[in-house]
């Protein structure tokens, strides 16, 4: 199949393909699990020969998806990793191009998908090297005629610019080109935040960055060789050093408090945009320090000084991601559903908020008085339940994370196929809402009314106090808010997304 020299064409490299049910023989590398309207196959034996795609359809090595202008389709991939293609793409599972990258690989010869790694290490191949993704991480990728653009929705990707290792991290873009490799901050909030762009400000360094030179026999270095950023005279957001975070600001920069008890005298907090010398953005204080941190992701570290010199090693690290996101955009409340059967495939279902309600089916089963269902999960115990009926519904909860095995038992030992069902949270779900205040809200006598949702499992806390959830993950609370602060801030944490501040401007 020949293609101009001026088309990108990105592959994904798949680096391990142990677990995936559907490629428990060798051969199958992907399968189809959904898809919506107009949705073509092609095979390796007859490339560009299009005929209709099914839910159910399994690819190997040289096989193709095609997606009509107003379809999708979702293929999953070995353990929980997925491709959610948009419409008017096409995408082929290939071996090498190059000869000396893995062989099991995906071409995206144009359109838009989400990359979901689930716990697999990724790999997309461009002409500039290999980009990584790691595992739980989820990248949205459009290939054009001369360039791919990836925005990191969450999690992170590392790249090669220049002979040198960059790291892009939730709220970055990049673009990959047949000439050069650019670099930009996404313009809009990534999916699945609900956000107002507004401008906002650069990093703005107060002078130009020095190059540390710690002396050999001490390894420190003199105070006064280094540039600090001024500190703002407030702050909305506190957080404590070493703390790995997403802060959600309808208007960034965010003033960000930092707390420590590691150094006895002087802290230094310095951080770095991706180029690993932690020269852009540099502040100090004792006990805490205060900054304006801009919209981007980066790395962090806290070191302490003494007698005017500060130490080369670091006493807490960090991750910081500030994002323009007002939000507004509640959370689903009802659970998803979903309906499997007992015929050997292999379903999979993602869920943001509340696990999905299930049904297990028996197609084509047996006449029965009595139909005996067996659930395995891959973790846990085995779940029975029994039913004058072969279709059994289980509510919410009944079927946790992970993947498990089903099937069907009659009274006298007849036995359906074996179905395979992935349950899954979806890492790309927003992780909380706010319904008031709203953003520049005027506070009546320094009191403002907090309230949103977020989702089942998280705690809750505004201002620093704990705030009681009811049934639906929601809350509500009446605080004082400083005079002198500006604002507020709400801060969530949820076992599977980490910890986020919500942050209110306020007058």
């Given amino acids: 199949m020949t293609r101009s020299w001026q088309l990108l064409l990105a592959t994904l490299s798949m680096f391990s393909v142990a677990g995936c049910s559907s490629c428990r023989d060798g051969k199958f590398v992907a399968e189809m699990i959904a898809k919506e309207s107009t949705v073509d196959r092609d095979f390796g034996r007859a490339p560009d020969a299009w005929s209709p795609a099914q839910a159910g359809d399994r690819f190997e090595m040289g096989d193709g998806v095609r997606t009509g202008a107003q379809a999708h389709a979702t293929l999953a991939l070995p353990r929980r990793a997925r ?43 461009t002409s500039h090297g290999v980009v990584k993704l790691t595992r739980e991480t989820s990248v949205r990728m459009r290939a054009e005629q001369e360039k791919t653009h990836f925005d990191v929705m969450i999690g992170r990707v590392e790249y090669t610019r220049d002979g040198a290792t960059q790291t892009a991290q939730t709220g970055d873009g990049f673009d990959l080109d047949v000439l050069s490799v650019s670099v930009e901050r996404v313009e809009k909030e990534p999916a699945p935040f609900a956000a107002t762009v507004q401008p906002s400000a650069e990093l703005q360094p107060s002078a130009k960055a020095v190059t540390e030179k710690p002396e050999a026999t001490s390894g420190t270095i003199a105070l006064d060789k280094l540039t600090f950023q001024d500190p703002p005279p407030t702050s909305i957001v506190t957080l404590p050093a070493g703390e790995s975070a997403v802060i959600h600001d309808p208007a960034p920069p965010s003033a960000v408090r930092m707390t420590f008890s590691d150094c006895p005298e002087l802290g230094v907090v310095e951080f770095d945009r ?46 910081l991601t500030v994002m323009i996101d007002a939000a507004t955009r509640p959370l689903p409340l009802a659970p998803v559903t979903i309906t499997a059967d007992a015929d050997g495939r292999r379903y999979t279902v993602s869920y943001q908020n509340r696990l999905p309600i299930i049904t297990l089916r028996w197609p084509d089963a047996p006449h029965a008085n009595r139909y005996r269902l067996l659930v395995q999960p891959d973790k846990g115990s085995q779940i029975s339940v029994e039913s004058g009926r072969s279709s059994i519904t289980l509510e919410p909860g009944r079927v946790g994370e992970g993947l498990h095995q089903f099937w069907f038992e009659t009274g006298d030992k007849k036995r359906s196929e074996r179905g395979l069902l992935q349950v899954s949270f979806d890492y790309a779900a927003r992780t909380a809402y706010l319904t008031s205040p709203s953003e520049g809200a005027s506070t009546q006598e320094r009191r403002a009314r907090f309230a949103g949702g977020t989702l089942s499992g998280s705690t809750v806390q505004v201002q620093g106090a704990p705030m009681k959830l ?35 401007h306020l007058r």
């Fill in 83 to 125: 491709l959610l293609i948009k419409g008017n793409t096409v995408v082929h599972f290939k071996h090498s191009l190059d000869g000396t990258a893995p062989s099991d690989q995906i071409e995206v010869q144009h359109g838009e998908l989400t990359i979901e790694t689930g716990a697999l290490d990724l790999g997309v191949s």
């Fill in 274 to 319: 991706g180029n690993g010398r932690f020269d852009a953005l540099r502040v100090r204080g004792t006990g805490e320090v205060r900054a304006r941190i801009p919209r981007g992701a980066f790395k962090y570290r806290l070191r302490c000084a003494r007698a005017g010199r500060v130490q080369t090693s670091s006493v807490r690290t960090g991750r």
């Fill in 470 to 504: 009811d049934a639906q993950g929601r809350f509500t609370s009446n605080i004082e808010v400083p005079a002198d602060v500006g604002g507020a801030y709400v801060r969530v944490q949820h076992p599977s997304t980490g910890i986020h501040y919500y942050v209110r």
